[in-house]
């Protein structure tokens, strides 16, 4: 029995969309998460009234615009694993777009609620700060597309890449509960990817009480949902694996706590 944590890819829609998670569907507030796939020539329109969106062009080349606002050509990895940074672009809610794929192009559409009024933006480059965290089999590489630093409603969104035989959201961390400085309450989603596209990863979700305990095998495209508790993700030996997470709650600031089980792992030399 799959698990009601883990969400699978479909067939594309008529809109090339493969794969939908609303709060409707998740039960929870905050995220919404979107995969669409285009072919070169294709064209995907968006609007939400009142939710905010960050367009993520996780591989390929698209034009997007926005309330007539023109962008131009963004993206150009080959795949999600190539060391570049995703094109992107903010859209805050009540704002049309739209996205011309330019050659074959997977999208994320991240969501969140929103304050209508506020005007879309390029995320450059520059803007996606780039990090190496952890020590031997704990390094994991990670892009900030939407950080806390920069403007935006609710949304967090970030990109990482965990390479084959390492650990990642490692020790185990949580961000369910708001505790003023020590703890904030987020959703997230992770989006995983893997290379070779065969391979699978491992995802645990648990809380301290054990109340919520499931260990999630991932493959390509799935996404494995996150209301609350710890979620570490181990990528096998051979396979890297790469993932985007999408965090959104009552207050955008991503404050976590670590399993205080595994907590000591963070005082080693």
């Known amino acids: 029995m799959m698990s009601k944590l883990l969400v699978r890819p479909h067939v594309p829609d008529e809109a090339g969309s493969v794969l939908e998670i609303t709060p409707q569907s998740a039960g929870w507030t905050h995220v919404g998460f979107q995969v669409v796939k285009l072919s070169a020539g294709e064209t995907f329109d968006g609007l939400e009234p009142s939710r905010e969106t960050c367009v993520v062009i996780m591989s390929g080349t698209a034009e997007v615009s926005a309330e007539g606002v023109a962008f131009g050509r963004i993206g150009g990895?080959?795949?999600?694993?190539?060391?570049?940074?995703?094109?992107?672009?903010?859209?805050?809610?009540?704002?049309?777009?739209?996205?011309?794929?330019?050659?074959?192009?997977?999208?994320?559409?991240?969501?969140?609620?929103?304050?209508?009024?506020?005007?879309?933006?390029?995320?450059?480059?520059?803007?996606?700060?780039?990090?190496?965290?952890?020590?031997g089999t704990n390094v994991r590489h990670v892009r900030n597309i939407l950080p806390e630093t920069a403007p935006a409603d609710g949304l967090l969104v970030v990109e990482v890449i965990t390479p084959g035989g390492h650990w990642s959201s490692y020790p185990p961390h949580k961000h369910d509960t708001a505790a003023e400085g020590e703890e904030t309450a987020l959703e997230e989603t992770y989006y995983h990817r893997l290379n070779p596209p065969q391979g699978f990863a491992f995802q645990r979700v648990y809380t301290?009480?054990?109340?919520?305990?499931?260990?999630?095998?991932?493959?390509?495209?799935?996404?494995?949902?996150?209301?609350?508790?710890?979620?570490?993700?181990?990528?096998?030996?051979?396979?890297?694996?790469?993932?985007?997470?999408?965090?959104?709650?009552?207050?955008?600031?991503?404050?976590?706590?670590?399993?205080?089980?595994?907590?000591?792992?963070?005082?080693?030399?």
């Open 77 to 135: 990895r080959a795949s999600v694993f190539e060391d570049k940074a995703p094109g992107a672009v903010y859209i805050p809610a009540g704002a049309g777009y739209a996205v011309v794929a330019v050659s074959d192009v997977e999208l994320a559409l991240c969501t969140a609620p929103g304050k209508r009024g506020g005007q879309a933006r390029l995320i450059a480059e520059a803007d996606m700060p780039r990090e190496v965290r952890g020590k």
């Open 208 to 269: 301290d009480d054990r109340s919520l305990d499931e260990t999630v095998c991932v493959q390509d495209g799935d996404v494995v949902m996150v209301p609350r508790g710890y979620h570490p993700v181990g990528a096998p030996h051979g396979y890297d694996l790469y993932y985007l997470n999408v965090m959104a709650g009552p207050h955008r600031k991503w404050i976590f706590r670590n399993d205080p089980a595994h907590d000591w792992i963070m005082r080693q030399a």
